[in-house]
């Protein structure tokens, strides 16, 4: 395994179990919404606002062609899954795995959208994007882990026991 790369629904906790799940397997630790304002010089949600939702995928999935990670949890923007060449490159470098959570708790830990820089088309709720998101993760994970009922330091844990038992070949793809 040579990279550890998060995906799921804006809200479900990458960043945060990221920066956890590095340190607990003694990796390094990237956020490509991070990085991706970083290279554009501005917050994602200006971006969006900017260019619209299209150019934003299109140089989201710039971002992520673009990195060259070993040994590193990365931490993806929820609309990784739309980049098939993204998720490509993803995939070929490391251990997909998709933080699963209820919608409730994604509405929950969202109270903000507009802040928050989430590829939303016009019209479309948080609802829809979850409700289309969900078979992209699920059909792009290597390991699907719910978090519904876990605190963080239990998702950590629990991920990184997983990642161990692949290591030692044991197949844990659903």
């Not at 390094?28 to 010089?41: E, H, K, L, S």
């Not at 939702?53 to 060259?68: K, Y």
């Amino acid at each position: 395994m040579s990279n550890v790369i998060l995906i799921g629904m804006p809200g479900c906790g990458k960043s945060t179990v990221g920066v956890l799940l590095a340190k607990a397997l003694g990796l390094a630790f990237v956020d490509t919404d991070v990085v991706f304002q970083a290279q554009a010089g501005k917050k994602l949600q200006k971006i969006i606002e900017e260019t619209g939702i299209d150019a934003f995928l299109a140089r989201e999935e710039e971002v992520i062609l673009g990195l060259s990670c070993d040994q590193t949890v990365i931490a993806t923007g929820g609309s990784v899954v739309y980049g098939a060449r993204a998720m490509a490159h993803l995939h070929a470098h490391g251990v997909v795995v998709y933080i699963r959570l209820p919608y409730r708790k994604i509405a929950r830990r969202l109270s903000n959208l507009a802040a928050r820089g989430v590829a939303l088309r016009q019209g479309q709720t948080l609802l829809d994007l979850y409700r289309e998101r969900t078979p992209l993760y699920e059909r792009e994970a290597d390991i699907i882990f719910d978090a519904g009922g876990c605190d963080i330091e239990q998702t950590v844990a629990a991920i990184a026991a997983r990642l161990q038992a692949m290591k030692g070949g044991r197949a844990d793809r659903p």
